[in-house]
């Protein structure tokens, strides 16, 4: 069964993550910034997140972000934003998690958010977009997907797709982007599998998109 999540699912969602990504950087900082994390893709109606269960437990899920025309920032960013004080306080707990792979490749990224929250941006009244506004067409990106380890090879990953394309041509996309480290075979080959191509690539990461059709 795939439904959308709820915040009582967050606690379950945050061990389908932790065991999923036992080495990530979010998993690191503690549990507390995972859920904050989850939560985001509750905080608004520009997103969801669905999650599919077994024995009415949840065991994996697929958070999705919809982009229509522009956005000020992107998810990394958001993310970063919403959950702001969980990651300052696993990292004051933690603090060799400052050299953390993840973190170290993206202090850039960290010192703006910083800075952003420390200092937040005046709001514009002007209808004219923000210099540093992304612009990207309309599209539904898929930010994660997560599955239990105890379910891998099961499909969950290929349903959980299916169901986020379906909740895309609902909302009326045609389109879905995703970005995936390149050292991530098992998603790649699930991606790929399922109609995704790779659209453009950096060192790391691939960027994949999907055209959806309506039937």
């Known amino acids: 069964m795939i439904r959308f999540a709820t915040k009582d699912d967050l606690k379950e969602l945050a061990k ?3 065991a999923a990504f036992p080495d990530s950087f979010t ?5 507390d910034f995972v859920r ?10 520009k997103k969801f997140i669905l ?21 000020e920032m992107g998810s990394t960013s958001a993310t970063i934003q919403y959950a702001f004080k969980e990651a300052i306080k696993g990292i004051m707990l933690k ?3 400052l050299f953390h792979p993840e973190l170290s490749k993206n202090y850039k990224l960290i010192f703006k958010n910083i800075k952003r929250k420390i200092f937040p941006p005046k709001k514009k ?5 923000k210099a540093n506004t992304i612009r990207r067409e309309r599209s539904v990106g898929i930010v994660g997907i997560g599955i239990s380890p105890d379910y891998y090879g099961k499909g969950f990953g290929s349903q959980l797709q299916e169901a986020a394309e379906a909740e895309a041509l609902k909302r009326g996309f045609t389109q879905m982007h995703l970005t ?4 991530n075979d ?10 995704w191509v790779i659209d453009r690539e950096d060192k790391v990461t691939y960027s994949m998109k999907k055209q959806l059709v309506k039937n």
Do not use: F, Q
């Not at 904050?36 to 109606?45: C, M, P, Q, V």
């Not at 009244?125 to 977009?129: F, N």
């Not at 995936?180 to 050292?183: F, G, I, M, P």
């Open 16 to 18: 389908v993550h932790s």
């Open 27 to 31: 998993t690191k900082v503690g549990m």
């Open 36 to 45: 904050k994390s989850l939560e985001w893709y509750l905080s608004d109606d």
């Open 51 to 71: 999650c599919i269960l077994d024995n009415n437990k949840p065991v994996g899920y697929c958070g999705c972000l919809m982009v229509d025309g522009n956005t």
């Open 95 to 97: 603090p060799w998690l």
């Open 125 to 129: 009244t002007s209808s004219t977009p």
């Open 180 to 183: 995936v480290r390149k050292d």
């Open 186 to 195: 098992r998603a790649i080959k699930s991606y790929k599998r399922n109609g």
